[in-house]
């Protein structure tokens, strides 16, 4: 038989033929245009434009069954899991269906389902805007609205004042969106790999900021050791949270918690991928493992490489926010030996905008420490040399 893979990553993110060199079935790659040419042995590579919205991907994945039938459907980007879970009901293949992407994609769905079991905000689907004038009328200010299928903090607003309220009606409110109650305290987010709805790999990390505030602002996740005390407490609540919802089968998972000052637990979200924001890779660089490989790999049967024990390093990722300028300088590397990976996204003289997405960043820096101690003093040294180091123009 063979897989079909569908993605919209650049090739050096996307090493598919690498993690599966030991699957013995054709590969069939469906891609986006940003993978670039490439001249490894897939079965068959098609390249698509506009790869969010063009609805060839699936009827052509469905043409290519009838001819060529593949007994997988791969798909690691949130945007592509609702496509690849049609194309597994309409095609009686195994992996996540349809229920399971939905309550995985759709905020207020999640919440419906996962309340019954885990403390949520109070939350309500906005169908119109008298919706959103009854919930605070109910709750009152702040309140966080924001798409029930967003990503990257996008689209997302806090609403502190009768004023900003006022902007939201003047603006219109639109569609596709939630109003949730805003939840004071510190945030964390656990990832991991699940096996049905047992998680066989977890790890946490504690953001320095508030995500549904992060546009503008500098931001730091540190990872946690896993003989930290949260982390079985938090392990346990996420665990609750998957097995509230429908099983997608073998995944990845990227969630997101509130820890209130009364020491209680809220959920702000969960999905059925792996993190962004370089936080994967920071994983990779504490415990060795590659999330989206292991991913891969265990959808398409094969043995998996799960960390035996405990990481002997913390690591924890930087985020340096875009911010309206044009870049002066920054650097093309930095010259410390516990930073593992460094990536500038912008180049002198490039005009920038403010940040659209919580992942819009000038660089981002995973730097590594033996203990949360070391690791702080290491960021310290690191944000005093980037204020030397680089150099933004007000616009």
């Not at 607003?157 to 900003?164: C, D, L, N, S, Y």
């Amino acid at each position: 038989m063979a897989i079909l893979i569908l993605n919209q990553r650049r090739r050096a993110f996307a090493p598919y033929l690498t993690w599966l060199e030991d699957l013995d079935e054709e590969v069939y790659l469906y891609t986006s245009s940003a993978y670039g040419e490439t001249k490894e042995p897939y079965a068959l590579v098609q390249v698509f434009n506009n790869w969010v919205t063009n609805d060839r991907v699936e009827i052509d994945a469905i043409r290519l069954y009838e001819e060529h039938p593949y007994r997988l459907v791969i798909a690691l980007d949130e945007s592509d899991l609702i496509r690849a879970a049609r194309l597994r009901e309409r095609l009686n293949l195994p992996g996540q269906r349809l229920g399971s992407a939905m309550a995985y994609r759709d905020k207020a769905m999640m919440k419906s389902l996962a309340s019954q079991h885990v403390s949520c905000p109070a939350f309500r689907r906005l169908a119109s805007p008298l919706h959103l004038y009854d919930f605070v009328l109910e709750h009152g200010l702040p309140v966080v609205v924001k798409p029930v299928d967003g990503m990257g903090s996008m689209n997302t607003h806090v609403i502190r004042t009768p004023e900003q309220l006022d902007e939201v009606w003047e603006r219109g409110l639109g569609g596709g969106l939630m109003v949730e109650a805003y939840v004071e305290g510190e945030m964390y987010e656990i990832d991991g790999l699940m096996m049905g709805q047992e998680i066989r790999f977890a790890s946490i990390g504690k953001y320095s900021c508030q995500p549904l505030e992060i546009l503008g602002k500098e931001c730091f996740v540190e990872l946690l050791s896993p003989e930290d005390p949260i982390f079985q407490r938090l392990v346990q609540e996420v665990q609750q949270v998957i097995e509230a919802l429908p099983s997608p089968g073998i995944s990845t998972f990227h969630c997101e918690w509130f820890h209130t000052r009364e020491d209680e637990w809220v959920l702000c979200e969960i999905a059925s991928r792996t993190a962004g924001g370089r936080i994967s890779e920071c994983i990779s660089a504490m415990y060795g493992i590659n999330l989206n490989r292991e991913w891969v790999r265990g959808q398409c049967g094969l043995p998996l490489t799960l960390p035996a024990s405990n990481p002997p390093q913390v690591a924890g990722v930087y985020l340096m926010p875009k911010r309206p300028g044009r870049v002066k300088r920054i650097p093309g590397s930095l010259p410390f030996e516990w930073v593992t990976e460094y990536v500038p996204r912008v180049k002198a003289g490039e005009q920038l905008d403010a940040a659209h997405s919580s992942v819009d960043a000038v660089m981002t820096v995973i730097i590594v420490g033996e203990n949360s101690v070391s690791l702080q003093a290491r960021l310290a040294e690191l944000l005093l040399y980037l204020e030397r180091e680089v150099q933004i123009s007000p616009a």
